[in-house]
Structures are given as C-alpha cells and as structure tokens.
C-alpha cells in the first residue's frame, strides 16, 4: 500500500489528506485562528464549583467555561498549585528542580482542593463540541512523536501496543539512563526500535518546552493565558498521522513546506527528501482528486457496492448508520447469503468512514437482519478487523438480538462535517435569477476595478465549466482580458466551487476582498 499526505494551508484554515493507495483515507481540517486545540496548556481561574458533580468551571478565555472533574486532578495537582503559589510570590522557578507535594488521593471532594477565583494549570483534552465547552485535566503532559513528558512524575511507562518483553524492557532501560529526576514519560508505540540518540533528542525538545511554559507564566501578569501551545496547527496535525511509510508529502505553502520540512528532519532526517512543495497550477486538493473524494464520501447517502449504500445521521448524542441493500440484484443463493455480502461490505465501507470523518462518541449500526448465528458473528469478526488499523481508541460490541451493533470511537473533537450541497448556479442560494449569460461581464467588470487600483497580477478561481468557457478559441476571453489589463491574470479552475462562484487572490495566496475593492471605487 501506498501512502501520500497532502497538506493544503490557506490563511484562515489548514487541511491535512491522507491518501492510501489515491484512496482517500483521513482528511483533518482545522482553522489556523482556532483557539483550542488538544494540548495546549492554559492558565485560568476556577468560576463555578458543582458540588453535585464533583466538579467546576474553568475560565480559560472560552466564549463557555471549560469543564473540569475531580477525577482529571491527577496525583500531582497539588504540586502544580504550589508551583502556582511560588510564581505568584514572585520566586525564581528552576524547571529543572520537582516541586514535592502530597499526592492526590482517587477519591475524594473537589470543594476541599479549589476554591472560587482560584488560579488552575489546566491542559485541553477534548475541544469544544457543539454547546460544550473544552474539556480539561491537571495531568500535564507534552506529546512528542516518540515520548511523551509527565513534569513532576518518576513513572517510565511503555506503550501496551508494544508486545515483545524484549523490546519493552529495552525502551525501558533506555529511557531510566537519560530521564533526569522529577520527570516522568510514557514510551510510545512508534519508539519500537529506535536508537537511544533519537530517544534523547526529542527528550530534549519535550524539556525545552516545559521550560518555556515556566517563563511564560513567570513573565505575564495576565489572567487566563495561554502558557504552551502544542505545535503549529500543520506540525500538530502531521505529528499524529507521520509515517515512515510514506512515500510523498506534498505541501502548497511556502512557509507551511518549510516548517514540515524541519519537522520531518527532526523526527526522521532520513526521509526529509520526502517533503515536497507544490506549485501546480491547479489547487492542490483537485491535482490530487481530493475534492471530488470529499462530495463523493461525505454526503449523507454513501454508496458501496452494486447499489447499497450507508444512510449517516449525526445527532447530539450519537452518530446512527442503517444498512440498504438499494436496487442490488438478489443472490440466488436466498436472503441470508445476500443479507450477509451486503453487510460485509457495508462494514468495509463503515470503517473507512469512521476513519474519513474522524467519528467519534457513540455509533449505532442497523445491518440487515441476519439469522443465521455464524453469519452474525462472521460480520462481527470483519469490522473488528476492520478497525484494527484505527489509530483512535475504539470498542466494537457484538451485534444485538435486534441486528444493531454498537461501537465507541474516542473524540477529542467535533467530528468532521464537510458540505457536499452546492447552492443552486442560478440563483446562487439567494432566490433571484441573474442572467448568466451576463457573467463574464460581471467577471470583467471586477477586473477592471482591480486594474484601476493597480493589482494587475492576480489568479481568478473559477467553477472548471466556467474556466474552461473563458479559455475557449484562439481569441478567449481569457486573451481578452489579457490584451486589456495585463498579462498577469491566471484562470484557475477549481472543483470546490459552484457554477457562478468566484474569488480572486494575490500570488502569494491571499484573498483579494472585491466587497472592499467596491468601496475604493
């Protein structure tokens, strides 16, 4: 199997694709001005306790209070507060130096260990979901690709994915020669057979940050802050999905290239050469096929195999997928042998979406019913299978006397919900009809406000049926255009785009704001 990413950064978001075998297999995207994300380490006051609950509100500079358990304390919550408590007096902090504190028992009230107002170091381990706010924990930790950093720990784990005692007693060894006192850290699967030198790099890197946060809280007097970020929403997205395996790593932003270029030599300086920066004509997502995966696989409706298909509902609490045969022609074998090849193939299918669509929480699956019990447990047997190659936590139950099956997926955050409706070409979505026979001259009309204004170099995206209309003959539109303003303007056709949408940006990327254009004139 073949394995490529595709990275596409635009000014407002970035979009991560991996590709296995040109099949479209993950796809992230996330806003560059998202201001959460997994990882990041907030300072923030405690608002509101939930004695009920067991809990409180935490104001980490969220439109909603953050949620924090009793439970998500952690054994070394009262060393972090003492930490807190020497900042405050204005004491010089060694990060080097643990700061020693009586551990937290399992059970106990939050009441007795926060207050109202008080100041909490607090980590964001799942990201606002629908009317949720963060969810947080005390555990701190700083996540590398190899290791993860627990400050004021002495507890060497190793990865359980990782199933030879040699090896893990190796990595074991390893790490106890090169932790320095007061730190703890968790080996993780990706370690497996790697030299003591990459170990001991990226170590220093994880200490390095812990020191950093240090100094940023010692020097700001504001309340909440934002003490650590993880990585660069590019790097942190890349970090969870890099492999040694693949073979491309294809990225359209100068800047963006350049920072996974340094990550990739970091990490793997081997395959540094792997890191390429593209600079095709075509947006990236379409050189690659990708729009067109993404309209094909994230509709509500998603076809397998000989007219079945997947009917996907999202709701607050769970995701719900029913099973239709469609128009597939009956086996002759009976119902049961066709219930059982529908269902096999709906359950290859359900996997890769789960993957696609990063779906998370609960998911309940009605598949056709089967009676017979062998074939119930052989469709059980294949989506564990399935699943294997999930790198999100998961459990798959068996199918239920009713033919449901349910399956728990971890969710750190929303789960990707991508628009494959287009609004209406003629109306645009907003119910009145312009000519389109009118809109090159519309198109023009742009053109020449932009030229007035001196912005004569600039690319035009466009619906590809649209691009293709001005590029057509001899003497185009296109040439046209040319002859008048300049010879700079680039047609670029582009999938995501509805018939008589378009946009206009700079060389280097960035969106030129006709609305604003309007007003200059």
Known sequence: MTSELIINAQPKEVSIALLEDKRLAEFQKEGRDEQFAVGNIYLGKVKKIMTGLNACFVNVGYEREAFLHYSELGPR????????????????????????????????SLENELKVGQQVLVQIIKEPISTKGPRLTCELSFAGRLLVLVPYSDKISVSSKIKKNSERARLKQLMQSIMPAGFGVVVRTVAEGKRVAELDAELRILISRWENMIRNMSSSPERPLKVYEDSSRAVGMLRDLFNTSFENIYVDDEQVYREISEYVKLIAPERHHIVKHYKGKLPILDNFSITQQIKKGFGRIVTFNKGAYLVIEHTEALHVVDVNSGNRSRSDEGQEVNALEVNLSAADELAHQLRLRDMGGIIVVDFIDMNDSEHRQKLYERMCQNMQSDRAKHTVLPLSKFGLMQITRQRVRPAMDVRVEEACPTCGGSGTIKS????????????????????????????????????????SIHRQWQWRYGWNIQIIPDQSFSLLEYKFYRPNGEEIDMYERDEMM
């Open 77 to 108: 919550f009262r060393s972090y507060t003492k930490l807190l408590e020497l900042i405050d007096r204005g004491k010089t902090i060694d990060p080097m130096r643990s700061i020693q504190a009586p551990i937290m028992e399992k059970e106990g």
């Open 436 to 475: 389109s026979l009118l809109f090159t001259d519309v198109l023009e009309n742009k053109i020449r406000k932009l030229h007035q204004v001196r912005i004569r170099s600039f690319r035009l995206h466009l619906h590809p049926f649209v691009a293709a209309y001005i590029n057509k003959g001899l003497f």
